[in-house]
């Protein structure tokens, strides 16, 4: 690769990363300001109908930093959320995913995650710089360490990517990561879905992991290009709202 190609790469990786953090600043204070009735209504019906705090603050894994393995690369962060389960919904058993169905999630925390309303506070971690309002969910810690043996290349998907409030997964896929009935990738669920043909793995959440990493390798190459990048972002956040009002997740 020549000097000159180079130096047109560099070009324009800073200037997409110069507009995405424009984009997340101006784009977080508008959520933060306009979004101000609505999170007070929420945080007035979590009180009203379970004990607890209204908030809950977890350690999520962020942007993979320059070279190096996993652990040495990874920076944490405490990611805000409105409550949606009972108070220490994980004193048994420690760091899980929910599940459909799952008994420790609320009524009111039901209509919040279906409706993706308790991502707001994370309005405030992209003002921070902690996240952008678009790119992969990041996960927890512990589960990505799990999931980086499990997957191949997993962890790849955060490389010198801020994690995000919504995403290309958010958008075209189920709350917990699943297809979406008559979606593209769906023709393809037998290849996605337990691809070794292994016994008792059903509804694994490897799989739905396996989906997620699709989509956000697929993001992650939009950002190779200005115009393919600011195409993207602009889409995903103009989805969203269909996402959140319509409840398309089925949870």
């Not at 990738?185 to 490897?206: C, M, R, W, Y």
Request: no cysteine; hydrophobic share 40%.
């Amino acid at each position: 690769m020549s000097r000159t190609s180079t130096d047109q790469d560099r070009h324009v990786k800073d200037s997409i990363r110069f507009v995405k953090r424009l984009m997340d600043i101006t784009g977080s204070l508008v959520g933060i300001i306009g979004g101000g009735p609505v999170m007070g209504a929420i945080a007035v019906a979590i009180k009203a109908t379970s004990p607890g705090p209204v908030l809950y603050r977890q350690r999520r894994a962020g942007m993979l930093k320059g070279e190096g393995t996993l652990d040495q690369a990874m920076q944490e962060f405490d990611v805000y959320k409105f409550r949606t389960m009972v108070p220490d919904a994980e004193a048994r058993t420690g760091a899980v995913l929910s599940s459909e169905g799952d008994p420790r999630i609320t009524r009111v925390g039901r209509f919040l995650r279906k409706t993706r309303l308790d991502e707001l506070p994370q309005f405030f971690n992209v003002l921070r710089g902690d996240m952008s309002i678009v790119g992969p969910r990041p996960e927890r810690p512990e589960l990505i360490r799990n999931l980086a043996l499990a997957i191949p290349f997993f962890e790849e998907r955060m490389r010198e990517i801020r994690p995000g409030i919504t995403g290309l997964a958010q958008i075209y896929l189920t709350y917990r990561g699943r297809l979406q009935d008559g979606s593209d990738l769906a023709k393809l669920k037998e290849t996605l879905v337990n691809p070794f043909g292994l016994d008792g793995v059903e509804d694994s959440e490897a799989d739905d992991m396996r989906t997620k990493m699709l989509y956000d390798f697929a993001y992650s190459a939009s950002l190779e290009n200005f115009w393919e990048f600011l195409r993207t972002d602009v889409g995903i956040v103009l989805k969203t709202p269909l996402v959140m009002f319509w409840s398309r997740t089925g949870l």
